[in-house]
């Protein structure tokens, strides 16, 4: 494959069908350089229900085919000569998608039948304008691994009951002027039991702390959400 460049909104029709009335797809679009390394170029979600309308759900018949048009984010992106272009395909973006509410088994259908399909918005290499020229940033741009806190992101798996969670924890602490010290810090903690998406649960707290000499300043958020099969129960912690 040639370099093949891309700008704007990829698109992928599927074509499926699930066991479930209600149920989402994830799309992963993906560079794969030849020696196998994978990055993610963008992704999208629809909830399929949501197939006609994103306001007025229409649950699925399940064992019934049908076309589904999900937008993948917007991007920009060269795929390079040697490299392969990879759609992974899901029925979950824990924790990034909140969970449908039922395990189910999907299908994909493609071929000449029923034409699943990914849409790349192509452009020439070079455009007709001159290209702008950028200096190098003041900044340099390290790891977040390497940083003096670095943040969380934690999975584990009870072996027992099979839930899953996911443990997220960030921060940023500087200093403004000579005497005032800004610290953010942010945490969550999701999990899910995959024999029964719907017993899903989210907690979260964000604290952002102004500290000066004989004098602090704080702000606190804290939420908790868990899921039925129908409703979601929100929760402010105080």
Not at 2 to 17: F, N, R
Request: one cysteine or more; a neutral charge.
């Amino acid at each position: 494959m040639e370099d093949v460049h891309i700008l704007g909104w990829p698109q992928a029709v599927l074509h499926v069908s699930s066991s479930a009335p209600v149920i989402g797809f994830s799309v992963s679009l993906c560079d794969v350089a030849p020696d196998g390394t994978s990055h993610l170029v963008a992704k999208g979600m629809l909830n399929a229900t949501r197939r006609e309308s994103l306001s007025q759900p229409v649950p699925l018949t399940p064992g019934e085919l049908y076309e589904l048009d999900i937008q993948i984010d917007c991007t920009a992106w060269m795929f390079a000569e040697g490299h392969r272009v990879r759609l992974s395909i899901a029925s979950a973006d824990w924790p990034n998608v909140w969970p449908t509410p039922q395990a189910a088994t999907n299908r994909v259908y493609w071929g000449p039948d029923h034409p699943s399909r990914l849409i790349l918005p192509t452009v020439p290499a070079r455009g007709s304008a001159v290209p702008p020229q950028f200096h190098p940033s003041a900044r340099l741009v390290y790891p977040h691994s390497e940083a003096t806190d670095p943040p969380v992101w934690r999975m584990s798996r009870d072996q027992l009951t099979g839930r899953t969670t996911v443990d997220i924890q960030w921060g940023t602490k500087w200093r403004v002027g000579a005497t005032a010290v800004v610290e953010r810090r942010s945490s969550s903690r999701c999990d899910v039991n995959p024999y029964d998406p719907s017993d899903a649960g989210a907690r979260a707290e964000h604290v952002f702390r102004i500290s000066r000499p004989n004098q602090m300043t704080e702000a606190r958020a804290d939420v908790a959400v868990q899921a039925t099969a129908t409703h979601f129960q929100v929760t402010r912690l105080l």
